[in-house]
């Protein structure tokens, strides 16, 4: 549930963004997991989906209960009934019944045996743990797509900020050659190709702006927020680099490796359990029934009007009804092997399932191996280009280099610090993919 420290975190920013006349959060991964986690529409939808089954299960009880109902009838005879009957003075007509007819009273009826209502009950309840894992697997996937998410975010501004820190020192050097040029120092040639490398940059940061906005609206709308209010991560993904091994550890050596959280093979085995109930009620369907039923009712019948000249009396009765299904056409028969068939497919869509899975968790394992091997050579990368940057603005402000050799260590930096930040990437969502498929996040139980 949405922990209530992060409400006040939020209200007290707003609050405080509205008096400065500018609202802006800047909020952690964490929180924006929590606040989609209790703000999201589809996850209230599915909360409500749970309570609906609920009351579905609370009706099917209801027909274990008794049913009474107050009944009235009145029926107007049109023309009476004629009885016969033959005297030794001959046939005689005589008229039976009355011109009106007033029934009214309570009648009852309860199951006493009736073993298929008795396994149908089961079936809702299966339903409710069905919709119960829907819910889970849905806050599952929410997760993944905000953690995918704000990894994405947050490469992309780290992205745009490397570009224009490299945008930067080529506009720098364009001056300075501009300078030079004017001052007979530098040629025409140094600065146009100045300029083109500031040109040739321009379009990228655009695009990483983009970016940027488009990722910022898909995490508004994962969090369920108003997509009019201003946010920004308060992380960058450097900041991820310390618990990577800690998370490699939890993921691939810890004890819970397996697949009995992963929610697909939970909604596949609660999805089996309900097939062998639906069974279990089909053939319940050749048991007899018992039924019990009273009534209590007071009849008058009188000629004339049908409001006056009342004449009541009472009846009262109990019975029970016992009744043996004989024939039906097959169609028990027919339905029982329906059923049966769907448990034995369900147990081989689970088998290659559960194949499939295995299959996928060794692949991100080995994706998350390659991330952190690939994250450790950039690192060094970096390093390296960083020192070769370095010699070469020294030996380029001696004059020992040129402007193109300077350019050329300058964009293997960029490339190098864009290569470290995207195996970063890599490795996070690779991460994030692992846990939803094991169902080990901290986030859902």
Known sequence: MFNKKYLYIILLMLFGGAMSGHAQLALTLDECVRIALNDNPTIKVKEM??????????????????????????TRNLSLQTMYMDTPEGTMAIKMGSDNTHNGGFQAQIPLVVPQLWKSVKLNENQILQNVEAARANKLSLVNQVEKTYYALLLAIDSKNVIEENHATAKLNAEIFQKKYELGAA?????????VAVSNLEPSIVEAENSINALLLQLKVLMGMDVRTDITPSQHLADFRGEMYERIINNIMGSDTTLANNTSLKAMDLQTDYLKKALDVQKMAWYPTLTGSASLMWHSMNNGSPVSGFRWSRASNVGLTLAFPIFQGGQRYYKQKQAEIAVEEMKWQRENLEHNLHMQVATQNNTITKNLKQIESNEAGVHMAEKANEIMQKSFKIGAASFIQLRDTEDALMAARLAYYQAIYNYLVASSDLEYTLGNTHYVR
Do not use: H, M
Request: glycine share 6%; proline share 3%; net charge neutral.
């Open 49 to 74: 989906e749970i309570t609906r089954v609920d009351y579905s299960r609370k009706e099917a009880l209801g027909k274990l209960f008794p049913t009474i109902n107050l009944a009235g009838q009145y």
């Open 187 to 195: 040629s025409e040639y140094d600065v146009l190709r100045a300029n």
